[in-house]
């Protein structure tokens, strides 16, 4: 250790130096951390989850033999109301939990206040079956009793609750789920209007709705991918075939119901 000119006693450079080498000499280059946040997961989630619902109702549709403007029609319609749908449940369960939080920790505080020697044992148990010897974790609790504060928050960690403060606000994630709802799943409907201009062939324009649903799901793969470090062609592969085995089957409903229960028109 060595003092400055003002007396106050600072930390030798030496152990910053060896820190600094040690990390150096590591072994592997650092992992890619994931994206965070809960908005970046409803976006990337309820998108997901508005094309293959969209673009299963368009090939249910087509295989009906539905014209361009029932498409339109049924598939906004649907589109809005099963957004305000999720973004309401995205809301209430966003709530929920904050609730939930908010009720822990009045209970937390509680039981710090007047229970500490209980709550003292249960992290010194807790340090313990994570690897440290009993010494040095008398000694992290014993640190940890001086801040009640830090205390809450260290015991609602351990039981797998984050504090109310922290997080997205429900009314954001609801709206931002709902936006990317409408946002994703109007992909697959956008192929309808484009091609109006151009052709009059419903066939045509299903084909474009396929390639426009597949370009949404492979960048809601990748970003995907991102979020959670996945592999970025398994998670596109994946993505692809979620939402090829939800038209597939939407198709085959269709097309059965019409030309096997005995829809079809007379």
């Not at 989850?49 to 673009?55: E, L, N, Y």
């Not at 498409?71 to 369960?93: E, P």
């Not at 504090?163 to 009314?171: D, I, M, T, V």
């Not at 091609?195 to 492979?218: E, H, M, R, Y």
Request: one cysteine or more; hydrophobic letters at 45%.
């Amino acid at each position: 250790m060595s003092r400055n000119s003002d007396g106050a006693t600072t930390t030798t450079i030496s152990l910053l130096q060896d820190t600094e080498a040690a990390e150096k000499n590591s072994c592997g280059d650092r992992p890619k951390e994931p994206w965070k946040g809960e908005l970046v997961k409803s976006i990337v989630y309820s998108g997901l989850d508005a094309i293959v619902t969209s673009f299963s109702l368009i090939s249910s549709i087509s295989a009906g033999r539905l014209s361009s403007v029932d498409v339109l029609v049924l598939g906004f319609a649907n589109l809005v109301a099963d957004g305000i749908s999720m973004g309401m449940g995205d809301y209430v369960s966003s709530n929920t939990e904050h609730d939930v939080a908010a009720k822990e920790k009045l209970v937390t505080e509680w039981d710090v206040t007047n229970r500490r020697r209980l709550q003292e044992q249960s992290l010194l148990d807790r340090y313990r079956a994570l690897g440290m010897n009993h010494e040095d974790a008398a000694m992290v609790v014993e640190i940890f009793a001086k801040y009640s504060d830090i205390m809450v928050e260290e015991k609602m960690v351990q039981n797998g609750i984050l504090s109310p403060e922290e997080g997205e606000k429900p009314w954001k994630t609801g709206l931002v789920t709902f936006g990317a709802f409408l946002l994703f799943g109007s992909a697959p409907i956008i192929a309808f209007i484009v091609l109006i201009p151009f052709t009059q062939n419903d066939t045509l324009k299903f084909i474009g709705a396929c390639v426009l649903s597949a370009l949404a799901l492979a960048a809601l793969g990748i970003a995907k991918a991102k979020i959670a470090g996945q592999n970025y062609a398994l998670s596109v592969v994946g993505t692809l075939f979620n939402g090829a085995i939800a038209g597939f089957a939407a198709y085959v409903i269709g097309w059965g119901l019409r030309n096997v229960a005995g829809l079809e028109e007379e």
